[in-house]
T-cell receptor, first 113, second 113 residues
Framework: DSGVTQTPKHLITATGQRVTLRCSPR?????VYWYQQSLDQGLQFLIQYYNGEERAKGNILERFSAQQFPDLHSELNLSSLELGDSALYFC????????????FGPGTRLTVL | QQQVKQSPQSLIVQKGGISIINCAYENTAFDYFPWYQQFPGKGPALLIA?????SEKKEGRFTISFNKSAKQFSLHIMDSQPGDSATYFC????????????FGQGTELSVKP
């Protein structure tokens, strides 16, 4: 157990819908990262927050947004969902802003029908 | 310049043998190189990591070898066990990328009893 929690574990929804994925980092970690894992794209970095501020952005679609709250938990919002958005979404956390020692949560499996 | 190339895609090793997975990178600004282990249905787990100022790091049966001039690094799993059967990912981060981890494509390791 990495200490990073993610909810829900599974999510099944329809095209065009909007969903919210939630992540709680390990105690003491200030950075939260979101990654997408799919068979064709592998593990792709989406976005990083550090203590509530956006620090780095990857190939995140405009339909996707994220935020980190004062209690350091983070939410990833996915809207206007498409079939191709079906994937595993992982949250990771670390103490610092660098990429060092990122600990991953168990993931949310999103299925868009 | 952002890619991390990993090989082989899959690997079958006999119990007790040595598993070797290789990665190559282009961006010389990268300064942190972790390896992650992922079991089906689980999030990636940090296994071992290295920085470019050392050529080798060993933790138990796992060793990273790092060749800065060749921009390559590899994971060696000594005395491989069936419980090591998993997918292994190399990654890199650093420079002005914030905490962004760039992952290799993954290697599916199967250790036969």
């Amino acid at each position: 157990d990495s200490g990073v929690t993610q909810t829900p574990k599974h999510l099944i929804t329809a095209t065009g819908q909007r969903v919210t994925l939630r992540c709680s980092p390990r105690s003491g970690d200030l950075s939260v990262y979101w990654y997408q894992q799919s068979l064709d794209q592998g593990l792709q970095f989406l976005i990083q927050y550090y203590n509530g501020e956006e620090r780095a952005k990857g190939n995140i679609l405009e339909r996707f947004s994220a935020q980190q709250f004062p209690d350091l938990h983070s939410e990833l919002n996915l809207s206007s969902l498409e079939l191709g958005d079906s994937a595993l979404y992982f949250c990771a956390s670390s103490v610092a802003t660098s990429g060092d020692e990122q600990f991953f949560g168990p993931g949310t499996r999103l299925t868009v029908l | 310049q952002q890619q991390v190339k990993q090989s082989p895609q899959s690997l079958i090793v006999q119990k007790g043998g040595i598993s070797i997975i290789n990665c190559a990178y282009e961006n010389t600004a990268f300064d942190y190189f972790p390896w992650y282990q992922q079991f089906p249905g689980k999030g990636p787990a940090l296994l071992i990591a290295i920085r470019p100022d050392v050529s080798e790091k060993k933790e138990g049966r796992f060793t990273i070898s790092f060749n800065k001039s060749a921009k390559q690094f590899s994971l060696h799993i000594m005395d491989s066990q069936p419980g090591d059967s998993a997918t292994y990912f190399c990654a890199a981060s650093g420079g002005n990328q914030g905490g962004k981890l760039i992952f290799g494509q993954g290697t599916e390791l199967s250790v036969k009893p």
